[in-house]
């Protein structure tokens, strides 16, 4: 594929594209980080003797010369004009302050490169490093490069690690010795134990998200307590593989260009309004629901785009338009993950836990139909609290003629990108067609991980360092978890002690959602989401079956119960997009928590809300 690109706009052509190309430094770069950069570019003219920077002030702006010239003073060395056509090289390299001062010696037209943006250059053209460095090598003057160390904070601990670690030794010793009044067997206790201490890890934060579950891992292992292949099942389970390969096409998504041309794209095609740029974001996230059946996998490919919009938009960091961005981008990713059964892995386990013949009523198609209005509830909920709570005076700055330029300087579609969409396309048609070719999502999924590896599409070096395999064996842990928790038979044990419910289940059914609502909530302080699903299910959905309740009903409900998450170390997908986020800073995280909060009490809400419509239907 060539780099040609078609006619500029005018006024950025000349203006800003041309003497960016034209520079003897940034015309090296490449052309997505150029048009990642173009939005952050003003222009300003300095008149004979202006001093565009003085020694000593803050490093903050690249200066690259369209007209005139600079006369660069520094101590103890003769005055020169700047050759390289840029100054303010302290910036892009990482100095605190500038070296010396930069004076107008003619009329000058300058474009200015905040400090995050230049630095974002280096980042991504590490050769330029080296050249703005020989830009800096003046007579006179000495500059090595800036420090790379670090302030360590301190890792003192307060009191609720110390309460944690406490809880995390004393209550396994405690469930070993009164696990005999409860009639378990040692094996019961001793998982119970191992489980207890797991669990006070996660929610205390004392650790990594995925040491809990390698602790619990080995310790059952090592223990004996449930067998190797229970036990090691999440590393081989079809979550692991789909995850694992979502997340390698979502790295070539991503460093392709794909996403941003994309969003480039939808930008210069939506109305200029920021209701519209949301609902794009939003409809994306929708359209990759159905197709992409892991939150986490959309996740990764969502973020980026939230994180390009808020830039292109120059929306005022963890200002509510930017946080509106980020809640819109999650809510995309992760509204809807109930209502079509492709969306998640879970998902196939409620649909597994169905009777023969509910299997056969449930497929892709009616299990939508009967969920449609749960999900349209939600949307209503969605848009009402974003009107309500996400009211703001900032004003977004969007260009078309910008886009356009950006669109244009990013050129032709080329190889990686094809590739891109060529795995994105090749895996929505797989899933769709799963009942033909009886070939199930997470082994379409590998295929194409295969495909982009043997052909260099996906580089060895971002198979090691892009893909987030902390998070592949933090989920490993919690299906081997599960795993164990039905080898030692505590899901039966369970079964036998909630027979109550059924009846309940049978006699007054909206009480009995109130009921499981709080159950799970119980168990989501201290249980993954997905977790948390197979157990209640696996205990709810055969006692539906046993007291003539439709087991979809009350597996979707838990579905929906299971999602609900109001502490951020709940949620493995969020901690994912909180990740993603962080180094843009966009987002106000306590808004957006309270977002979630509302959002997900209306979960029961709209639980409640369908079952008229279920009724209807004649599910209830």
Known sequence: MTDSALPLPADYDQAIVAPLLANSILGQCSYESLARTLPHVTEHWFAVGEALYEAGSSADKLYVLREGSVRLERQHS??????????????????????????????????????????????????????????????????????????????????????????????????????????????????????????????????????????????????????????????????FFLAMSILGLSTVIVASGLSYRFLVWLLLRLPNREIWQNFGLLLTGFLLTPMVPSINGRVVLLAPLAIDMAEILHARRKG?????????????????????????????????LLPIQAQMQFQWLFWFVAAALTGAVMLLLYAGLMTLMLRHDERL??????????????????????????????????????????????????????????????????????????????????????????????????????????????????????ILAGITFVIRLVVPISTTIVIVAAVMMPLATAYGINAWVVGFIVLM??????????????????????????NDERLFLRFNTLINLGKILAVYASLPYWKALGLL
Not at 89 to 107: H, R
Not at 125 to 141: H, T
Not at 325 to 340: D, E, K, P, Q, Y
């Open 78 to 239: 003769e005055p020169l004009l700047s050759r390289q056509g840029l100054c303010g090289e302290e910036t892009a390299v990482g100095l605190s302050d500038y070296l010396g001062s930069a004076i107008a010696a003619t009329p000058v037209s300058a474009l200015i490169i905040p400090r995050a943006s230049a630095q974002a250059l280096v980042k991504s053209n590490p050769s330029l490093r080296s050249e703005f460095f020989r830009g800096l090598a003046l007579p006179g003057a000495n500059p090595a490069p800036p420090s790379a160390s670090k302030t360590k904070k301190g890792e003192n601990g307060n009191w609720m690690n110390v309460a944690g670690w406490l809880l995390a030794i004393l209550l396994p010793a405690l469930i070993i010795l009164t696990a005999p009044n409860f009639g378990m067997n040692q094996n019961t206790a001793l998982f119970l134990a191992v489980f207890a201490a797991t669990i006070c890890m996660w929610v205390f934060s004392l650790v990594d998200e995925y040491v809990p579950g390698i602790f619990a891992i080995f310790a059952i292992l090592v223990l004996g307590i449930a067998p190797p292949s229970a036990v090691l099942s999440g590393f081989a389970s079809d979550g």
């Open 320 to 352: 509510k338009a930017a946080t509106g961005l980020a809640i819109t981008t999650f809510t995309g990713a992760s509204l809807l993950s109930a209502v079509f059964l492709s969306s998640k892995s879970v998902n196939f386990v409620i649909f597994g």
């Open 397 to 514: 700055h969007l260009s078309k003629e910008q886009l356009a330029a950006q669109l244009t300087l990013l050129g032709p579609m080329r190889t990686r990108e094809w590739s891109a969409v060529f795995g994105v396309a090749l895996f929505m048609l797989g899933v769709m067609t799963a009942s033909l070719h009886k070939i199930q999502p997470p082994w379409v999924a590998v295929a194409i991980l295969y495909v982009l590896l043997v052909f260099g599409f996906l580089r060895k070096d971002e198979f090691k360092e892009k893909i987030d395999w902390p998070f592949l064996v933090y989920l490993a842990g919690i299906v081997g978890i599960v795993g164990a928790f039905n080898a030692v038979g505590l899901d039966n044990w369970l079964a036998e002690h909630l027979s109550p419910l059924g009846e309940l289940m049978r006699s007054n059914f909206p009480l009995f959602i109130a």
């Open 561 to 586: 119960l299971g999602e609900m998450w109001f502490f951020p170390y709940q949620c493995s997908y969020y901690i994912q997009f909180r990740d993603l986020l962080a180094k843009s800073d966009i």
